[in-house]
């Protein structure tokens, strides 16, 4: 049904897999799109309680496709619809990232809208917005809720890498196990969250999501993105990332 995305259901819980291995499951705009149609599925699927959400092969995800056809206009389109933002903030079943590899950039942003993140010993994150010119729009309004603002900073500015177990100590991720237990340890916590009462799962996730995402940020974050997306330092980017060279920035 899917061509980015795998949906494979245990009982009660469903394991949502982006599936484009070859390029480590770098986020196109079709596997935005998909995702929201399997959330949306997966909503409506009144068997469902829980929902895994996991990487085929080596990643998590990479992050956003800079290769393969991309279409900045549509990606551009896309972001600013905030689409993919308001389908997952309205998903009231939880979230559990089995992060298996890298989570990069909308990779790492695809994470933070999981309700609970269980790393690999292998799983490597980081944000990729200002290397490629963009802007982490998720991060800038979640991270700090997690991490808190110094910190928050400190990783949206330098956009460096960190591991499993840093992830773990700054809070990011809820625990840390070796890669092959990860989605025994994954299907262990739906295990766990399913022993309660769904209704008041769904209530209790609504709560802690409301107002997350205000219309003033929302009107920033539009601008924002549609400046940046415009902007030389984003087309040296692509172009850099293309011809596998460093990119040269100039603040334009």
């Given at each position: 049904?899917y061509e980015?995305i795998?949906?494979?259901k245990?009982?009660?819980?469903?394991?949502?897999?982006f599936?484009r291995?070859?390029?480590l499951?770098?986020?196109?705009?079709?596997?935005?799109k998909?995702?929201?149609?399997a959330?949306?599925?997966?909503?409506?699927?009144?068997e469902?309680?829980?929902?895994?959400?996991?990487?085929?092969g080596?990643?998590f995800?990479a992050?956003?496709?800079?290769?393969?056809?991309?279409?900045?206009?549509?990606?551009?389109?896309m972001f600013?619809s905030?689409e993919e933002?308001?389908?997952?903030?309205?998903?009231?079943?939880p979230l559990i990232?089995?992060?298996?590899?890298?989570?990069?950039?909308?990779?790492?942003?695809?994470?933070?809208?999981?309700?609970?993140i269980?790393a690999?010993?292998?799983?490597?994150?980081?944000?990729?917005?200002p290397?490629?010119?963009?802007l982490?729009?998720?991060?800038?309004w979640?991270l700090?809720?997690?991490v808190?603002?110094n910190?928050a900073?400190?990783l949206?500015y330098?956009c460096e890498?960190?591991?499993?177990?840093?992830?773990?100590?700054m809070g990011?991720a809820n625990k840390v196990?070796?890669h092959?237990?990860?989605?025994?340890a994954?299907?262990e916590?739906a295990?766990?969250?399913?022993k309660?009462?769904p209704?008041s799962?769904?209530?209790?996730?609504?709560?802690?999501m409301k107002?997350l995402?205000?219309?003033?940020?929302?009107?920033?974050?539009?601008?924002?993105?549609?400046?940046?997306?415009?902007s030389?330092d984003?087309?040296e980017?692509i172009?850099a990332?293309?011809?596998?060279?460093q990119?040269?920035?100039?603040g334009?």
């Amino acid at each position: 049904m899917y061509e980015t995305i795998l949906i494979e259901k245990r009982d009660n819980i469903a394991i949502l897999t982006f599936n484009r291995p070859e390029q480590l499951n770098a986020v196109s705009v079709k596997l935005m799109k998909e995702l929201c149609e399997a959330l949306r599925e997966l909503k409506s699927d009144k068997e469902v309680r829980v929902v895994i959400v996991t990487g085929a092969g080596k990643a998590f995800s990479a992050g956003f496709d800079l290769g393969h056809g991309t279409s900045l206009s549509e990606a551009l389109e896309m972001f600013c619809s905030f689409e993919e933002e308001h389908t997952l903030l309205e998903f009231d079943k939880p979230l559990i990232a089995a992060v298996n590899g890298h989570a990069l950039g909308q990779g790492m942003q695809h994470a933070l809208f999981c309700d609970i993140i269980l790393a690999s010993e292998k799983a490597k994150f980081g944000f990729w917005g200002p290397r490629i010119g963009g802007l982490c729009h998720v991060g800038v309004w979640i991270l700090p809720l997690i991490v808190g603002r110094n910190k928050a900073n400190e990783l949206l500015y330098t956009c460096e890498m960190f591991d499993a177990q840093e992830a773990f100590k700054m809070g990011l991720a809820n625990k840390v196990v070796p890669h092959d237990q990860l989605m025994p340890a994954a299907l262990e916590m739906a295990g766990k969250i399913m022993k309660n009462a769904p209704l008041s799962i769904e209530f209790t996730k609504r709560a802690l999501m409301k107002g997350l995402f205000s219309s003033e940020l929302k009107s920033f974050l539009s601008e924002s993105i549609r400046l940046l997306f415009n902007s030389k330092d984003m087309k040296e980017a692509i172009m850099a990332f293309q011809e596998k060279r460093q990119p040269i920035f100039k603040g334009m």
